[in-house]
């Protein structure tokens, strides 16, 4: 049996992501704590809800109707308040931005403290819940909806037209920024409202339906949609239902609203269906797709036509890479102004010294480019940014996060090397590869291989049991190769136990890139793998690998994994065996992006 640590992932993931500060009475702002009354559509009915929204105000001195200032709205992360941005929304009321935090809808709720917290319960960054909310905080800002005291703004910055060309009431200078949740609310509100200028989401989704139930090898190109059904991300999925009810039982009692334990607690009832749906047959079904994908950007894409600088992150086994990608190249397909930074951490890995914290933004690399940022598009000052892609380079860390980063004109970078199996190897030619074959099988759900316990422990290492999993590997490197962006795989799989009549019989598989030190270590990058549901095993299959900074060290190997289980995943429901093969026609493959050089492989 799986032990599940929900406490422990609680706490996991409610730190907040932007360091928190003292406030000193000598700052230059006032901060007005507020709550803001909002309207919304609520669940399966025609008609509003009333929601009210718990926030903070945040006013530079010296700012007033003869004098406004553009403005910042932010909200957090899944599980947290609006606590969580005080460090950054200091940090830009110094630089002389009025900054609203608020605590997005069903979080916030701190009995202990006397904090109300937000009403209403988790709909997953629906647009016509928490979009339309923070609408009516735009309202807000532009002067012309009143906080429930009575407090009015006349000291922002008005904008003539909105991004849609058309003059709008109370259209303030206002840009977005948070991460992880409160990185997809940002993508909401712009859909659903024209008068937000710009916006810097970080780790956050493309599609829901992929972060939580993926499958790596049925999506379009510059995609993580897929049409097959994908494999639960078990660990992560229960974390978050055990932080969301636990969050609402607070705000339950605090705001005498019972409306939030019941029959899903504080989320949308389709959300406790799913989650049940997932835990038994291990993947999301159609309704259930459809439920995470409403709340996902790659749905509405084509209503975003603001600026975006885009954060995602290297450590990051909920929405890893591959999302941040398809972001990008779905936007910059549209034309639409869009900056990429890959950084180190993410939701798997922690901020170090010289990471983002924009409670002090000049400090560091990603602050910087955040306050530039803003500062062009809301303050009409500075040049305007490069949309170069950026990324960290593990390797070049020597101890300046700074000096780690590299960039280039876009992404993807170009070029591609592509290595063949030859026997049980992969060689970077292709003339005179052998035939081979690997069969490998494994019971149905216990998991034979771990990667990490995601959200809670990436210390352990990385196993596979014998006899479950298919390699193959390069020889050791002759020089260092560098990967930059999302490897693929041309598999030819085939499985007397599978079946592509239902999702439940179907091959269910991990694919993963290990680096192989000379004495045997083995390294899964940031513990990524790419689950996959393979309906018809008649076809090579096709499959993206999860997205890398890495480079490879001169010595040691390259090998392309295919096991049948991982710790952290549903999994199969039935034992399955597989056969890995490979032939001169017809060889399974291995691309990595980027030009490498062919000499650093060695001769087969």
């Known amino acids: 049996m799986r032990r599940r640590t929900a406490l422990v992932g609680v706490l996991a993931l409610s730190a907040p992501l932007f360091a928190v500060t003292a406030h000193a009475a000598a700052d230059p702002f006032t901060v007005t704590s507020l709550t803001i009354t909002t309207t919304v559509a609520p669940e399966g009915v025609v008609g509003t809800t009333t929601c009210v929204v718990d926030a903070d105000l945040y006013t530079p001195r010296g700012v007033d109707a003869r004098h406004p200032a553009p403005a910042i709205l932010a909200t957090n992360g899944f599980g947290g308040s609006k606590a969580d941005q005080a460090g950054m929304a200091k940090a830009f009321a110094k630089r002389g931005y009025v900054v609203l935090s608020y605590s997005g809808l069903g979080f916030g709720s701190d009995p202990q403290n006397g904090v109300r917290g937000s009403d209403c319960k988790i709909t997953l960054d629906d647009r016509a819940h928490d979009g339309i909310a923070g609408k009516q905080l735009v309202d807000f800002l532009g002067g012309i909806r009143k906080a429930d005291d009575g407090t009015v703004v006349d000291y922002v910055v008005k904008d003539r037209i909105g991004h849609d060309g058309k003059a709008h009431r109370g259209d303030p200078r206002v840009g977005m920024v948070g991460g992880s949740y409160g990185g997809q609310i940002q993508f909401a509100v712009a859909a659903v409202d024209p008068r937000l200028d710009t916006i810097v989401p970080l780790i956050t989704w493309n599609d829901l339906s992929y972060s939580l139930s993926p499958n790596n090898t049925s999506a379009r190109p510059g995609s993580v949609t897929y049409t097959t059904p994908g494999v639960e991300k078990i660990d992560w999925t229960t974390l978050f239902f055990s932080l969301g009810i636990a969050r609402g039982a607070q705000g339950a009692v605090q705001n005498q609203d019972p409306t939030r334990l019941g029959p899903c607690p504080n989320f949308a009832d389709e959300a406790c269906r799913i989650k049940v749906t997932m835990d038994t047959l291990g993947y999301a079904d159609e309704a259930g797709v459809a439920f995470a994908r409403q709340a996902s950007v790659s749905s509405y894409l084509s209503k975003i036509r603001i600026p975006v600088l885009l954060g995602q992150g290297q450590g990051d086994t909920l929405f890893n890479l591959n999302e941040g990608a398809a972001t990008y190249q779905q936007l910059k397909a549209r034309g639409v102004p869009v900056k990429m930074v890959w950084q180190r951490w993410g939701h798997s890995a922690g901020a170090k010294p010289g990471d983002l914290d924009l409670s002090k933004p000049m400090a560091n690399h990603e602050g910087r480019t955040v306050a530039a940022w ?158 996959i549901r393979v309906a018809d095993l008649s076809k090579p299959v096709q499959v993206s690998l999860p997205g890398i900074v890495k480079r490879f060290p001169k010595g040691h190997r390259l090998q392309l994994v295919v096991s049948l289980s991982d710790f952290a995943y549903k999994g199969n429901t039935l034992g399955q065996v597989v056969t890995l093969s490979t032939t001169q026609a017809k060889p399974t493959s291995l691309t990595l992006p980027g030009r490498i050089d062919l000499s650093a492989f060695p001769r087969q």
Do not use: C
């Not at 959200?455 to 020889?475: E, F, M, N």
């Open 374 to 531: 803003f500062d062009h598009y809301l303050k009409g000052k500075g040049p305007k940014p490069d949309l170069r892609f950026e990324y960290y380079r593990p390797w070049a860390d020597k101890g300046d996060v700074a000096k780690a980063f590299a960039s280039a004109p876009a992404y993807p970078l170009r070029g591609s090397t592509t290595l063949f199996g030859s026997g049980t190897a992969l060689v970077a030619r292709r003339t005179g590869l052998l035939a081979g074959s690997v069969t490998v099988g494994a019971p149905g759900q216990a998991p034979l291989s771990y990667t990490e316990t995601s959200a809670l422990d990436q210390s352990q290492a990385v196993r596979d049991a014998p006899g479950t999993t298919a390699v193959l590997s390069t020889g050791p490197l002759l020089k260092d190769v560098d990967v930059v962006g999302v490897p693929t795989a041309t598999l030819q799989l085939s499985s007397p136990t599978a079946s592509g009549a239902r999702p439940e019989s179907m091959l269910v598989a991990f694919v993963k890139l290990y680096d192989v030190a000379p004495d045997g270590t083995v390294t899964l990058q940031n513990r990524l793998v790419s689950p």
